[in-house]
């Protein structure tokens, strides 16, 4: 491996380093998906981060409005937000709005960049990360917990009649509520399942994970941003123990969630057991210890 490190010091490390610093410029002065608009984003968890103008940047993450962003001031990129494009989330029909709400997509998308204007954040730590205003006619501002960062973005529920709760809307989106009742806080699915991991695998706390949180949504003030280590750890217990509930049968024939005494305990296929893994003569078999 030494010699390997030491071709790669000699030949690839600055070659690399070009191509990481060409990966930072502008790249093109018009948007990469239409060609007209001036490029002002650039998306940082879509593929070869595409340069983007404005429009391009809010129709395209109508289906993933938790990728991160950032902004071209003319002469660096810095931390944006996809709600400053203009970005809503929509329950209960996919990424299009309730027919209650008797608007378009474009409309209420339109409407939330109206009411916050994105302003300067050249003074503000946080980069404009949470709108001014958290009322947005019938919905409002939630902060969403992802597995790269908080964000904050408006929500609009379904009001069909007949529709579910708001915390049940937030279940089929994928998101889990910190509360069934002012619902203002929710983590996505992929974020607890990644805490699963980290605290079977790498044994890491709570209090240490939300930490990086913080650090990954704003590196340089993570003081700044929001705290939900109580939340986190209370949505993880429920979080875990449902997925104990499933895996173990709950849920599929009737609608009983609390199981009896033993009911979540894990078989051993190795136990000895009769009538599984046992001879049918073993009570009178004169090895019958061996396979205690």
Not at 103 to 123: A, P
Not at 152 to 167: E, I, Q
Not at 194 to 200: A, E, M, T
Not at 224 to 238: A, K, P, S, Y
Request: proline share 8%.
């Amino acid at each position: 491996t030494h010699e390997y490190m030491d071709e790669w010091g000699r030949t690839k490390c600055a070659p690399y380093l070009d191509r990481i610093l060409h990966g930072e410029s502008l790249r093109s002065t018009s948007c990469e998906h239409c060609h007209e608009g001036p490029t002002g984003w650039r998306c940082l968890d879509c593929l070869d981060n595409p340069r983007l103008c404005t429009t391009c940047c809010r129709i395209s993450h109508r289906p993933s409005p938790l990728h991160r962003v950032e902004w071209w001031t003319g002469s660096h990129w810095v931390p944006g937000w996809l709600w400053h494009v203009g970005t809503v989330v929509c329950l209960g029909h996919g990424t299009s709005p309730c027919p209650e709400y008797r608007s378009s997509i474009d409309e209420l998308e339109g409407r939330c960049v109206g009411i916050n204007n994105v302003d300067d954040f050249t003074n503000d730590p946080t980069n404009g990360a949470k709108p001014t205003r958290t009322a947005v006619g019938s919905g409002s501002i939630v902060a969403i917990v992802h597995s790269n960062g908080f964000h904050h973005l408006p929500v609009f529920p379904c009001f069909c009649p007949g529709a579910p709760s708001n915390d049940l809307q937030y279940l089929d989106k994928g998101f889990y509520p910190t509360t069934w009742k002012e619902i203002s806080t929710v983590f996505s699915f992929d974020l607890l399942k990644l805490v699963h991991l980290l605290k079977v695998h790498a044994h890491i706390s709570t209090d240490t994970f939300m930490g990086v949180l913080q650090r990954v949504t704003n590196h340089i003030f993570p003081g700044r941003t929001m705290d939900r280590r109580r939340e986190l750890g209370r949505v993880w217990q429920q979080w875990n123990h449902l997925i104990n509930l499933k895996r173990y049968g709950f849920g599929h024939v009737a609608p009983r969630a609390r199981p009896d005494v033993g009911e979540l305990a894990l078989f051993c296929p190795a136990c000895p057991q009769p009538d599984i893994n046992l001879p049918d003569n073993w009570e009178s078999d004169n090895d019958q210890c061996v396979p205690s």
